[in-house]
């Protein structure tokens, strides 16, 4: 996806049957397989969609752009906004990446379309963009732990059961855009 205003290309893809033995080592060598475009992985199990990748990398460049950053590195406040987090540490907890992971996302922003191809190529497993989606009653409970979002607040947003994946991906998306407001 090309956003203009910010002249970048955002690409956000999911990996199953990954295997992860050192996090931070993983990580390093994947930002080395697409330098110079940024990178943030995230435990896939805890992504309620591609548009919630999308809008962390939009707030986290309009922050940079705005100078009202919280993270000196672009990768860093995209992991911020993806989680609504404040602080660095919660924000890997919620979402980063662990010896444990076997399903990744891979958020890249890329100043050319050509570094953005490189992007399936960068995790060594199986591109399956289906582990991004929030399907079934698991994904939804964990969801609705970690960020936090109650039974009641899904009921009030969604009128019946097959729009529940769907409000919670925007319960998410709203609760990490509170992000920008609270500093």
Not at 170 to 180: F, G, K, Q, S, T
């Amino acid at each position: 996806m090309r956003i203009t205003e910010f002249k970048k290309f955002v690409i956000i893809l999911g990996f199953r049957d990954v295997e992860i033995v050192d996090s931070g080592e993983f990580l390093k060598g994947v930002r080395a397989n697409v330098a110079p475009a940024t990178v943030q992985l995230f435990d896939a199990d805890h992504v309620a969609g591609k548009p919630h990748l999308f809008f962390a990398a939009l707030n986290a460049l309009k922050a940079f752009e705005n100078g009202r950053n919280i993270s000196e590195k672009l990768e860093m406040e995209a992991l911020l906004y993806a989680s609504g987090q404040r602080q660095i540490d919660k924000a890997i907890e919620m979402l980063g990446v662990r010896p444990e992971s076997s399903k990744i996302a891979l958020l890249m922003i890329a100043s050319k379309e050509r570094e953005a191809t490189e992007a399936e190529k960068a995790v060594p497993g199986i591109h399956d963009d289906k582990v991004l989606d929030i399907s079934g009653e698991g994904k939804i409970r964990d969801l609705m732990e970690v960020f936090g979002v109650t039974r009641l607040e899904l009921e009030t947003m969604v009128e019946s059961d097959e729009d529940r994946e769907r409000g919670l991906m925007w319960l998410i998306i709203e609760r990490n855009a509170l992000l920008a407001i609270k500093h």
